[in-house]
């Protein structure tokens, strides 16, 4: 596979290649350039390793091995290595380091490889050189930010850290130099952005799969086509497809900007275990189903998702956080009495109440937020009434009265609680303080207050 370009191999005969050593051992190795390309029709677990080494020691070995060794002129060497290997090296071989799993040095003795791999475990996406090694090769002064980092590109203008590089290909419109619309990645002698072939950047950006001009993920494909390999996979029913009810939420995550940002939210483990659960069947496509899973703000912006998509019925999307957030409530109350008290008071009569309102408008977040306040007083409430020797039938005025003198502005929620206890004959009628406390236009003098106080007394 030691070839210049990739578009000279023929992947189809190499995946059929592959899948028979596949078949018979455990573990193939397949070695060269290109070999990020092959993909075997064969269910299989693959680790991509990339090689790294210097420009000078790879002209160096190549030297050593086509031209000591083979007897190979060294002229026609140098002549195909300045004319077209290099510049392939850069626009094919080097994108590959992003897609691979470990990046190795290729300029150390293998010794000293086979003893990492005996005494440290390897962790994906791991540098394995020596900090020497890696501020001599990888870290440059970019040409555009003149930010010292981790180079990720060597183009016209100099070094490219990984912001600019990421932020140069977000550049799109019209080329000044050849009028060309497409992808601008380089820039002029006054700073402009213009397209690759006009800044004289050898690596190409287009997709290998739909020919988009871009930035390029693993195995040279657009953000666009890992999306859709990735949602693939995630919603894999366990027969190599997409179950049909979960078409609409793939094509409403494929045709939002910016796939990037969806990559990085199905890179979360809480993400890849609920869309393959949904997928497989272990958890249930509806709300009930989703009701049951954590973490909460995971769920509730899956379940947005796939409300906005129609995989699942509308609801209102202020009623079904304030039901986790009573499960959840209700769950850390030991009283068995009070929490199935309390379980009562909030289907019974708040999600009644908020269903009827949900069905005229939305539910605003303040109208759930006082609801929520209402069962925890009135959980307070009955732990009060408790440690004076009452349960919530044997509650007394004098009780209703204490209970609203300290902190009445906190208490006040308790009273919906109070209310509906009353009317279904779970305590006896009691009066309640005023829900607003009238209170003097002007305020009191003290000539007025003594006055009052003479009267009195």
Known sequence: MDVGDPRSLDFTRLAHDTD??????PVVIVDGLFARHVTPRTANVRFDIFVHLPADLRLARKIQRKCLRDGFPLDVLLRNYLN???AAHEQHVEPLRGGCDLVVSGD????????????????KSRLLLTPEEYERWMIRDCARCGRRASKSAEWSDGPICRTCYERAMRVRG?????????LLPGRDTDGTPICRDCAGIVRDFFCDRCGFEGLLLGGRLCEHCTLADTLARLLDDGTGRIT????PLVKILLEMGRPKSRLIWLRNPNVVRLLRGLATGSI?????GLHQETPWRTVTHLRDLL????????????LLPYQRWLTERLAIIEEPEHRQLLRHFAVWHQMRRLRAK???TPLGRSQTNHTKQEVTQAGAFLAWLASQGRDIGQCQQADIDAWHTESPATRRPSQSFLRWCMRTGRMPRLTLPPAVMTQDSEPLHQHRRLAILRRVL
């Open 20 to 25: 028979a050593p596949l078949a018979s051992s």
């Open 84 to 86: 077209h290997r290099r």
């Open 108 to 123: 150390r003795p293998v010794g000293v490889w086979t003893a990492i791999a005996a005494n440290e475990p390897i962790h």
């Open 174 to 182: 019209r080329c000044l130099c050849c009028g060309t619309d497409r």
């Open 244 to 247: 049909s009810a979960f078409l």
């Open 284 to 288: 249930p496509l509806t709300h009930d």
């Open 307 to 318: 409300m906005d998509s129609g995989v699942l019925p509308p609801a209102d999307r202020q």
């Open 358 to 360: 949900a069905e005229k």
